[in-house]
């Protein structure tokens, strides 16, 4: 990759949503001119799945050829564990107030109080399904890596199953916003939430690609060797 040795500032300043790819491998600011390698070595991250990880986020969808081992794995969980922090914490609260913030623009119009109940119930939907992964996915995930699964009646089949598909309702938020509410002097606000669906939507699409193509793929490996 052109990228591996570039300077990680001047990746960050050429794409942004890179700071949040760092933080939620725990690197952080005061990086100095060191590379993706350099980065690789310093935290001991496998730098075929960072590389990988970078990749999605630059619209690349590239999956390399991943061989990872029982640590790769935990550094895998703690970055889709991280994401998930920062949609409960973050994205999906940023988003309800800026719903708030619109509806309150638009007081007592039935149509915006449906909005804030529409989101509403999907970030239930969101919260039900990222509670599903971290009460019953990652620690199954962290029992095969250990190799203390055999007595868990589960399978990570199972989850490529339950794996719902939470962004199509974004979709349906979207296309209300551009096409159907009524334009009520509420453009600047309904742009700067339109802006913030696009950046969760695109962060989720990744998320879910990680999930699936990389995670699924590394535990039925195991499962199978473990078997």
């Known amino acids: 990759m052109d990228n591996l040795n570039k300077k990680v500032a001047e990746l960050i300043i050429n794409n942004p949503f890179l700071l949040i790819v760092l933080e939620r491998l725990g690197v952080f600011l005061g990086l100095q001119d060191k590379t993706i390698n350099d980065i690789c070595i310093e935290h001991k991250i496998n730098l075929n799945l ?6 999605l986020h630059e619209n690349e969808n590239e999956i390399l050829d991943l061989h990872l081992k029982a640590e790769d794995i935990n550094t895998l969980l703690k970055y889709l564990s991280n994401s998930h922090n920062y949609y409960k914490t973050e994205a999906i609260p940023k988003i309800s107030k800026k719903i708030k913030k ?9 149509t915006y109080i449906l909005l804030e109940r529409f989101f509403e119930e999907y970030k239930q939907e969101v919260f039900k399904h990222l509670e ?3 009460k019953i996915v990652f620690p199954y995930v962290s029992a095969v ?3 203390n699964s055999k007595q868990l009646d589960y399978s990570i089949s199972e989850y490529k199953n339950h794996h719902d598909d939470i962004e199509a309702k974004l979709l349906e938020l979207k296309n209300l916003l551009i096409k159907h509410l009524p334009y009520k002097n509420d453009q600047k606000s309904r742009r700067d939430l339109l802006l913030n669906i696009f ?9 879910t690609i990680i999930e699936e193509d990389i995670l699924v793929h590394a535990i039925k490996n195991l499962e199978n060797k473990n078997s």
């Open 50 to 55: 960072f590389l990988t990880i970078y990749n």
């Open 102 to 110: 619109i509806s309150s623009i638009n007081k007592n119009d039935l």
């Open 132 to 134: 599903y992964e971290e």
């Open 145 to 147: 890596i250990n190799h």
């Open 199 to 207: 950046h969760f939507e695109k962060d989720l699409r990744i998320h």
